[in-house]
């Protein structure tokens, strides 16, 4: 899974705070997008518009934005 966020994003330190409280962390590579126009184009083209938190689960083919979208995702999914 690959989180594409910025640093000091709410909405991003949300996501991540769940990704801690999930403890699946070594599932999720995180990547800032804020120093590199090649990954905010890659954002951009991949969601539709440059938001962030954007999320995509390679594994079941899915790629979502918006944080508490993307908690509820989190939490069904990777849940204890």
Do not use: H, W
Request: glycine share 6%; net charge neutral; charged share 35%.
């Amino acid at each position: 899974m690959k989180l594409y966020q910025y640093t000091n994003c709410p909405f991003c330190a949300k996501v991540r705070g769940k990704i801690e409280e999930l403890g699946i962390k070594d599932k999720v590579e995180i990547i800032s997008i804020e120093n590199s126009a090649e990954l905010k184009k890659f954002v951009e083209k991949e969601a539709g518009k440059l938001q962030v938190p954007f999320l995509v689960d390679e594994s079941k083919g899915v790629k979502m934005l918006e944080s508490d979208d993307i908690n509820r995702y989190l939490e069904q999914n990777y849940g204890k």
